[in-house]
């Protein structure tokens, strides 16, 4: 028996249960166990963007009213009908929010394999990746959960900060990132801050809640830290970029009115506040573009070669992993729960925005 969360696309606070008994295994194919997975804001994004972005089409369910919501964790093969793919073998990817899934391995190596599910082929091929734990690189068995947590958030905040840079900041010297206590948010804004003392540093600031104001600021890899209805005391005459995490229609059309032609770019990233989601119609300044992770990733492998592009990686994340695993005042506090009851109560925390700044949730069933 397979369990799966099942969210109402058109109103993600309807949930259930689906259980579903598992089918005989088909020919070359796997079923895995999935044994932990993170559920964090980006999650959240997953469902606001869900149709926009294909996230719903990667898992889908029996009723096309209804979505499962793409989770990062663990997870160790129970059956393998797949060449090169062992019973026992733990993977790190891209899971239904479930207990079990079944996956095609192809490409099979030594790091892992790629799923070439018939429906899967035409998506982005960065969230098709299954990495053999027993090969990978990062893989610290002491530290998964900040690695189901903060490695597909960070790759994220590492190809914004390149993309920003790839384009010479588009002539700005600020940048302004909304939902500044999110996990992407502050990713970015620590690579942003590494560039601190050179001709490429920018002014980093973060916009957020009276809640996560302290928290912000405490990290130390923003500027300045700002409430959502202080944008007006920012620097108008500042050129900018806005990195919106939020995807708030109210917080991007104080943000563009604010600094009008001076707002060099708008950069679409997030939608932790889902609620407050809308077009970038009518608005002053720069229309917002959507940042997509894998355009830059695929750009970047063209260019330095996949060798190049995972040291440079490396290299941000185990900086990254320094702050946020620090002995006396980290970054992120793990903290792990399981079963229905445990993602249920998770799962509308993050939709309320109600889980604190500092807490990584690590969910299993």
């Known amino acids: 028996m397979t369990t799966t969360f099942i969210v109402e696309r058109k109103d993600l606070r309807e949930t259930h249960w689906l259980d579903a008994p598992d089918a005989a295994l088909p020919p070359g194919s796997v079923r895995l166990r999935i044994e932990l997975f993170a559920l964090t804001a980006n999650n959240i994004t997953y469902a606001a963007f869900g149709d926009a972005m294909s996230y719903w089409s990667f898992f889908p369910t029996p009723d096309p009213d209804t979505g499962c919501i793409p989770v990062w964790g663990f997870a160790t093969v129970a059956e393998s009908r797949g060449d090169g793919v062992e019973v026992g073998e733990r993977f790190y990817g891209y899971f239904p929010m479930a207990d079990a899934v079944v996956l095609l391995p192809g490409r099979v190596g030594p790091a892992g394999f790629v799923d070439e599910a018939a429906h899967r082929r035409e998506l982005p091929g960065i969230y098709n990746h299954y990495l053999r734990c027993s090969a990978d690189p990062l893989h610290d068995p002491a530290h998964e959960g900040e690695l189901a947590l903060l490695r597909p958030l960070f790759t994220t905040s590492f190809l914004i900060d390149d993309f920003l840079a790839d384009n010479a900041f588009f002539d700005a010297r600020t940048v302004i990132l909304s939902s500044a206590s999110s996990k992407t948010a502050y990713g970015t804004a620590f690579c942003l801050a590494q560039r601190r003392g050179t001709p490429q540093a920018v002014r980093v600031v973060g916009l957020t809640s009276a809640a996560n104001a302290d ?134 925390a993050q939709l309320d925005g109600s889980v604190p700044a500092r807490e990584g949730r690590i969910l299993g069933l």
Not at 219 to 246: F, K, T
Not at 253 to 266: E, P
């Open 215 to 348: 928290y912000a600021r405490g990290l130390g890899c923003y500027d300045e830290v700002r409430l959502y209805d202080e944008v007006a005391l920012l620097d108008a005459n500042a050129p900018s970029v806005y990195v919106d995490m939020s995807g708030s229609v109210p917080v991007r059309a104080a943000v563009h009115a604010h600094f009008g032609d001076r707002l060099r770019y708008s950069c679409s990233v997030g939608g932790t506040h889902w609620n407050e989601l809308g077009s970038g119609k009518g608005l002053a300044g720069p229309r917002p573009v959507l940042f997509f992770a894998p355009a830059q990733s695929r750009k970047r492998l063209a260019e330095w070669g996949s060798e190049a592009f995972g040291r440079k990686l490396a290299q941000a994340w185990h900086a990254f992993m320094v702050p946020v695993t620090d002995a006396k005042a980290p970054w992120l506090q793990v903290v792990r729960s399981r079963g229905k009851d445990a993602v249920e109560a998770t799962y509308r």
